[in-house]
């Protein structure tokens, strides 16, 4: 089973910047074709924020783009988002997500346990 552990979340004030890690870990081999960020704010459904496939291809929701960037440091498992100019609406609990094969066979998809981020005005 593959384990995803985010950091980075807490509170900032609109119109500052924060960083997001996620770290994939597993007790056996595996790979990572995508890691994503998605964020779910309060009586919201969870929505993708960014993601980074391999060969570093990323796309951006269109409320981000310009502002958030994600990047992937592939020997440590590990995908990045770095977030500026916050703003409140950005408010929210990010998730990380990754996907591959375990042992070049099974499947996997799997959730961090997600990392809240505030903004105030």
């Known amino acids: 089973q593959v384990q995803l552990v985010e950091s980075g979340g807490g509170l900032v004030q609109a119109g500052g910047s924060l960083r997001l890690s996620c770290t994939a870990s597993?007790?056996?081999?595996?790979?990572?074709?995508?890691m994503a960020w998605y964020r779910q704010a309060p009586g919201k459904q969870r929505e993708l924020v960014t993601q980074i496939r391999s060969g570093n291809i990323t796309n951006y929701a269109d409320s981000v783009r310009g502002r958030f960037l994600i990047s992937r440091h592939n020997t440590k498992n590990t995908v990045y988002l770095q977030m500026n100019n916050l703003e409140t609406e950005d408010t929210a609990v990010y998730y990380c997500?990754?996907?591959?094969?375990?042992?070049?066979?099974?499947?996997?998809?799997?959730w961090g346990q997600g990392t809240q981020v505030t903004v105030s005005s």
């Open positions: 597993a007790g056996t081999m595996f790979s990572i074709y995508t």
């Open positions: 997500n990754a996907d591959g094969h375990i042992n070049g066979a099974s499947y996997y998809n799997e």
